[in-house]
């Protein structure tokens, strides 16, 4: 939503990623049948000189879906993976937070923390969501949309504080929970999606006070910053998945017409994990 703002004029086509197969071909790194990752927006077939097209990793075992390049093993996978090791810089014995936690990334940010010895707590929009999350191995989990009090419900998760938090809401929950962080806690901001629809700008969150008292380091990043390391990312996600360790769930919907559709559910949390269209 926010990108299509920024980049995107009327009657373009709209921007998305896919997992697209060769169906011809004159470019001789490219067979007929093979499987890759491109950015070419929402559209059934495309023309490619080849060089916008990521290879999905030759390991890939045929007994995972393909689509998990658009998810788990993709973009978000790999925005949850460099988010937690180089801007939250987790440590083992730890307390993350992370909010959208049901969601594309946020699924991967608590099942890597756990995988790096932390304790993990999330909260998501309704309860078969939070059930979701305990059955993925989050410690505590909560619907932030039946808590009396947000504050009170992330206090109760973690009474000492949270050393990382992983936010891809923005507005009124980042605002508390930045007033629950620990001393020299680090806040990666990958997201806003509270604000995405507000047609008036919101006021605040004024961070100064809690910053300036708790030594904090807030970093908002974009994946794209590794992008010379995505095979390591890749690999290691796909390692992960193959051996249980990380879990995933697709909300898949079939059929090209049924896309806008598809993306607006998405953007009122109907999903559970990544929301893929099966075209």
């Given amino acids: 939503r926010p990108y299509?703002?920024?980049?995107?004029?009327?009657?373009?086509?709209?921007?998305?990623?896919?997992?697209?197969?060769?169906?011809?071909?004159?470019?001789?790194?490219?067979?007929?049948?093979?499987?890759?990752?491109?950015?070419m927006g929402w559209r059934t077939h495309f023309i490619s000189d080849g060089k916008d097209l990521e290879r999905l990793p030759s390991n890939w075992p045929e007994s995972l879906p393909r689509s998990l390049a658009l998810g788990t093993v993709g973009m978000p996978g790999l925005t949850a993976y460099f988010g937690l090791?180089?801007?939250?810089?987790?440590?083992?014995?730890?307390?993350?937070?992370?909010?959208?936690?049901?969601?594309?990334?946020?699924?991967?940010?608590?099942?890597?923390?756990?995988?790096g010895g932390c304790k993990v707590v999330g909260c998501a929009g309704s309860d078969d969501k939070v059930a979701y999350l305990k059955k993925i191995g989050?410690?505590?989990?909560f619907n932030y949309k039946t808590v009396k009090s947000l504050d009170e419900a992330?206090?109760?998760?973690?009474?000492?504080?949270?050393?990382?938090f992983f936010d891809n809401v923005g507005g009124e929950f980042a605002s508390v929970a930045i007033n629950q962080m620990k001393k020299y806690g680090r806040i990666a901001v990958c997201g806003a999606i509270s604000q995405y629809n507000e047609s008036v700008p919101q006021k605040g969150p004024y961070v100064q006070i809690p910053m300036i008292?708790?030594?904090?380091?807030m970093e908002g990043f974009l994946v794209h910053r590794w992008k010379n390391r995505r095979e390591e990312g890749l690999q290691a996600l796909l390692k992960w998945v193959m051996e249980g360790k990380v879990k995933y769930h697709e909300q898949v919907t079939e059929g090209f017409e049924n896309m806008p559709k598809a993306f607006?559910?998405?953007?009122k949390g109907e999903n559970l994990g990544k929301a893929v269209v099966k075209v």
């Avoid at 989050?138 to 989990?141: G, L, P, Q």
């Fill in 213 to 217: 008292f708790n030594e904090l380091q």
């Fill in 154 to 164: 992330l206090r109760k998760a973690s009474p000492d504080g949270y050393d990382c």
């Fill in 264 to 267: 607006m559910g998405m953007l």
């Fill in 4 to 39: 299509s703002r920024r980049i995107m004029k009327e009657g373009d086509i709209m921007i998305g990623t896919q997992v697209a197969r060769i169906v011809e071909s004159k470019n001789p790194a490219f067979a007929v049948g093979t499987f890759v990752v491109s950015d």
């Fill in 138 to 141: 989050f410690d505590e989990a």
């Fill in 85 to 115: 090791l180089e801007v939250c810089k987790m440590k083992p014995g730890e307390t993350v937070l992370v909010n959208a936690a049901a969601g594309a990334v946020g699924s991967v940010v608590g099942q890597l923390a756990k995988i």
